[in-house]
T-cell receptor
Framework: KAGVTQTPRYLIKTRGQQVTLSCSPI?????VSWYQQTPGQGLQFLFE???????NKGNFPGRFSGRQFSNSRSEMNVSTLELGDSALYLC????????????????FGEGSRLTVL | QQQVKQSPQSLIVQKGGIPIINCAYE??????FPWYQQFPGKGPALLIA?????SEKKEGRFTISFNKSAKQFSLHIMDSQPGDSATYFC????????????FGEGTQLTVNP
């Protein structure tokens, strides 16, 4: 079974630009969540989508947004990039909300490393 | 109240040693406590997890000890190996938080041969 796939793996943007990151969850997983990882703040929850609906949201400004498609694939967008947005953005999928199959485990992708210059 | 405090920040042990990583939380609604392992260039991967109805859980060389009254839990790695060198994160979540995990700050473990 293929794991969580994130694209692109690396990207460089300049301040003020916007970026879209993509995540393909493990087949059969309907929950997709996004995390930001930085050396200073660690791993912080951005948002979670389940069946195309945002189910949970972290404490990030409105410049951070996401969506989920009917095939469970998800995208996140960051607009008006700031230097502080430089981070590893991790996507995780799980069976949360899918009854007895759920063990609570999140399966993370390898991340998209964003550098903002 | 949502924080999870993790210590130490870094840890160096010799092969065969037993590194111990500690975490403390305040939110009594937390009911799921996983540990994730992350290698450079990779995403975190679940190592072991515990729920508060048990005080200890063991999987292979990894053991979680859980103290509900103290709101603390710890990871012990028995007979540590150089391949265990990685960053370890404790985390916590509640029934209502979905896949929202609150992570500790991380511990960078180095196991010397």
């Amino acid at each position: 079974k293929a794991g969580v796939t994130q694209t692109p793996r690396y990207l460089i943007k300049t301040r003020g630009q916007q970026v879209t990151l993509s995540c393909s969850p493990i087949s059969g997983h309907r929950s997709v969540s996004w995390y930001q990882q930085t050396p200073g703040q660690g791993l912080q929850f951005l948002f979670e989508y389940f069946s195309e609906t945002q189910r949970n949201k972290g404490n990030f400004p409105g410049r951070f947004s996401g969506r989920q498609f009917s095939n469970s694939r998800s995208e996140m967008n960051v607009s008006t990039l700031e230097l502080g947005d430089s981070a590893l953005y991790l996507c995780a999928s799980s069976l949360l909300g899918q009854g007895a199959a759920n063990t609570g485990e999140l399966f993370f992708g390898e991340g998209s490393r964003l550098t903002v210059l | 109240q949502q924080q999870v405090k993790q210590s130490p920040q870094s840890l160096i042990v010799q092969k065969g040693g037993i590194p111990i990583i500690n975490c403390a939380y305040e939110n009594t609604a937390f009911d799921y406590f996983p540990w994730y392992q992350q290698f450079p260039g990779k995403g975190p991967a679940l190592l072991i997890a515990i729920r508060p109805d048990v005080s200890e859980k063991k999987e292979g060389r990894f053991t979680i000890s859980f103290n509900k009254s103290a709101k603390q839990f710890s990871l012990h790695i028995m007979d540590s190996q150089p391949g265990d060198s990685a960053t370890y994160f404790c985390a916590a979540s509640s029934k209502t938080s979905g896949s929202r995990l609150t992570f500790g700050e991380g511990t960078q473990l180095t196991v010397n041969p």
